[in-house]
C-alpha cells in the first residue's frame, strides 16, 4: 500500500475503536468502513489510485481487529455515531467523505442518520443496511428467532445437512451457504457471526429519516451493487 500507516485509539461509551490513518497536508480526508470479517487492507486497490489526492482514515468495526465493546449489551446508533464524531474531532478532519463496503455501510448509514453533518458523500459498495437479508430479519427480530439462532450457531456442525438440503432446493441461496460453512465451521468464528449478528441489529438505519437528514444537510450517496452478489442480490433492491 502507498504510505506508511499509523495506528491509533480512541474510547468513546462502551466502545474502543481501533484506527489506521495516513495523513497529507492540505489532502481531504477519506473515510473507510470494511465489511464482516475484514479489515483496513480491504480497501488497498482505492488506497493505491487515491493516495495521491487523499489523506485516509480506515476504523476497524467493533469486534474486527482489536477494536472492541467494553460491557455487554446491545451497540447503539447514538454510541456509534458518538464514537466516529469524537474520532474525527480528534483529528480535525472536518466533514468527509465515506466508503464502505457490505456491513460497514450499515455502520455509516447510522452513524449519517444520528450525524449528518459529519459527512459530505458516501459511497456505498454492496451495502448492508438498505435491505434487509429476510433469514436475518427472522432471526434478530423476535426473542424467540434469537434464541433458535443461538442454538442453531452453536450447535452447526450437527446442522450442515440441513444448510446443504435447503441450498439443494433453492431455499437458501449457494452464496448463503458457502457464508455458512466458512463462517461457522469453528468455534470462534461461531461466537463472531453470534455477536455481530446480535449485538449491532439496533444499527439498521431509519431510511425515511435518514433521506430527510441528507436532504436537510445535503449529503451526496452514490450506490454500487452486484450484478452477482449471491447475499443480498440485484433483484432485493430493484423491488424496494
Not at 464502505?100 to 448509514?109: H, N, Q, R, T, V
Not at 429476510?134 to 452453536?154: E, H, V
Not at 452478489?229 to 440485484?234: A, E, T
Request: aromatic share 12%; glycine share 8%.
Amino acid at each position: 500500500m502507498e504510505g506508511s500507516w499509523k495506528t491509533g485509539f480512541i474510547r468513546s461509551g462502551p466502545i474502543l475503536l481501533e484506527y489506521k490513518m495516513q495523513a497529507r497536508a492540505g489532502k481531504p480526508w477519506l473515510l473507510f468502513l470494511h465489511g464482516y470479517g475484514q479489515d483496513y487492507t480491504a480497501f488497498h486497490p482505492v488506497y493505491e489510485v487515491a493516495a495521491s489526492d487523499f489523506s485516509f482514515l480506515a476504523v476497524h468495526l467493533p469486534l474486527h481487529g482489536e477494536s472492541i465493546i467494553e460491557r455487554k449489551g446491545i451497540l447503539s446508533k447514538e454510541e456509534w455515531a458518538s464514537c466516529l464524531e469524537e474520532l474525527l474531532g480528534r483529528l480535525a478532519t472536518g466533514p468527509v467523505r465515506a466508503i464502505a463496503f457490505s456491513m460497514g455501510a450499515k455502520f455509516l448509514l447510522a452513524a449519517t442518520e444520528k450525524k449528518p453533518a459529519l459527512f459530505t458523500e458516501l459511497i456505498l459498495l454492496a451495502p448492508d443496511g438498505l435491505v434487509m437479508n429476510p433469514w436475518y430479519g427472522l432471526a434478530t427480530g423476535t426473542t424467540a428467532g434469537r434464541l433458535l439462532l443461538r442454538i442453531f450457531i452453536r450447535l452447526f456442525p450437527a446442522f450442515r445437512w440441513l444448510i446443504s438440503f435447503l441450498a439443494a432446493m433453492r431455499i437458501v441461496r449457494p452464496a448463503l451457504k458457502r457464508f455458512a460453512f466458512a463462517e461457522l465451521g469453528s468455534s470462534m468464528g461461531r461466537n463472531r457471526v453470534l455477536d455481530v449478528w446480535l449485538l449491532f441489529r439496533k444499527l439498521w438505519p431509519d431510511l425515511n429519516l435518514l433521506s430527510e437528514q441528507c436532504r436537510n444537510k445535503p449529503v451526496r450517496v452514490i450506490v454500487y451493487l452486484g450484478r452477482f452478489d449471491g447475499i443480498l442480490p440485484l433483484s432485493r433492491y430493484s423491488k424496494s
